[in-house]
Nanobody, 124 residues
Framework: QVQLVESGGGLVQAGGSLTVSCAAS????????LGWFRQAPGKEREFVGF????????YYTDSVKGRFTISRDNALNTMYLQMNSLKPEDTAVYYC?????????????????WGQGTQVTVSS
């Protein structure tokens, strides 16, 4: 089992940058695939990106490609989401998630563990 805690959210102006982190406790962090999701007010939770166990493979939803970068440091049990060129529509609560399952990385039910989320607000 793994516990996930996000941090680093905040208020940033449009065009700015922000990095949020996901710290994990528990065993076998390096064996988990990790994802970032976000949920804006009144909207469903949506997939942002994914990184595999080694960090060698990443996937992103189209709306963040070229602006967001996911990385992980297995020695520190931490995953990062670096967000550049932020837009007001990026405003949401950002969640990290971990999985041992296979299947489509965009599907919420394919993740076993979730953090509590961190708020990111982008002002125009």
């Amino acid at each position: 089992q793994v516990q996930l805690v996000e941090s680093g959210g905040g208020l940033v102006q449009a065009g700015g940058s922000l990095t949020v982190s996901c710290a994990a406790s528990g065993r076998s962090f390096s064996s988990y695939g990790l994802g970032w999701f976000r949920q804006a007010p009144g909207k469903e939770r949506e997939f942002v990106g994914f990184i595999n166990w080694s960090g060698g493979t990443t996937y992103y939803t189209d709306s963040v490609k070229g602006r967001f970068t996911i990385s992980r440091d297995n020695a520190l049990n931490t995953m990062y989401l670096q967000m550049n060129s932020l837009k007001p529509e990026d405003t949401a609560v950002y969640y990290c998630a971990a999985r041992t399952q296979f299947g489509e990385v965009e599907v919420i039910s394919n993740y076993d563990y979730w953090g509590q989320g961190t708020q990111v607000t982008v002002s125009s």
